[in-house]
């Protein structure tokens, strides 16, 4: 089966548009993790009663973030996707944040994407179109998700598409420099 983390990304710069594979679903208590060996998605754990995925939550094919996954994105759409679902994004911001566990601190941002196909969200094109009250409970998200998960996740900042891009570009890099290793 083929790894789904070297799908081309197909990032169209200009339009700030990009590919995603959903992992987890808007409004999910289960957490899903792509698993490259097996070609599925295997569940990674559980959120407690009461907290879930605010919105679909995956990750940019073809990139590499610090933490040795593929860049991760939150999607915004109108109704839940499924594990697994491939749709093209518009990158409209990033969630800048260190994490640390056991002593270990690194970088773990966020991009923030809108689906493609969606009319709830279909005007956003910069995260400072996004509410600021909907903004922070999506930051409140990553820390409380983590807590649970005995990791400390500090926010540092945000910043809009430019920033995203930049961001997204030097994930591509390093996912193609470790492809040539």
Known sequence: M???TFLPHQLEVKKCVCRAIIETPKGC???????PDSGLFKLGGLLPEGMMFPFDFGFIPSTLAEDGDPIDIMVLMDAPAHVGCLMEVRIIGIVMAEQTE?????TNS????VAIHSY???DLTTISDVSKTLLDQVEEFFVSYNKQRGKEFKI????GPLKAIKFLKSGIKAHREKRKK
Do not use: A, C, Q, V
Request: net charge neutral.
């Open 2 to 4: 083929k790894d789904l």
């Open 102 to 106: 056991k002593g270990k601190t690194e």
């Open 29 to 35: 208590r289960n957490k899903f993790d792509y698993d």
């Open 110 to 113: 966020r991009l923030l994407g």
């Open 156 to 159: 540092s900042g945000t910043g």
């Open 120 to 122: 709830d969200h279909e």
